[in-house]
């Protein structure tokens, strides 16, 4: 290689590593559902599987973990395990992403947390035991499934 060939490159190199590095494209996020729409998903999913007894506690104002608590039942264990199932997957399939299941082995109490809504699917002995509407509506009556 000639002595010019070989200063040529040099300086192209050096000119190449002293550029500023080129922005990578940012990924594209999927914008998250309010949780009013959030809501309305999880209560049509509930509906679809004939969930009894739906109650939907606005938390707006009273607790900084989530926005709305929806309680409700199903008739036995199965029916439990069935109505948290279809509701995590609709979630998933709507881009809300990993929702935080717990209970599913036994299904006498199924928490799904969304984190803007709260769902907790009962068998019905095991909701009167806990009576957590009463815990979060304070004596006021909770309102009733939208």
Known sequence: MSKSKTSASKTALAKSASAK???KPKAVLKKRPAADETLDLILSRLD???AEETVT???RGKSSIS???IVTSGRANRHVGAIAENVAKGLK???I???HVEGLPNCDWVLIDSGDVIVHVFRPEVREFYNLEKMWTSGKPAAKAR
């Open 21 to 23: 590095p080129v922005a």
């Open 48 to 50: 679809d599987m004939k």
């Open 57 to 59: 506690i606005d938390l």
């Open 67 to 69: 926005d709305y608590m």
């Open 93 to 95: 399939e709507n881009g």
């Open 97 to 99: 992403g990993a929702p």
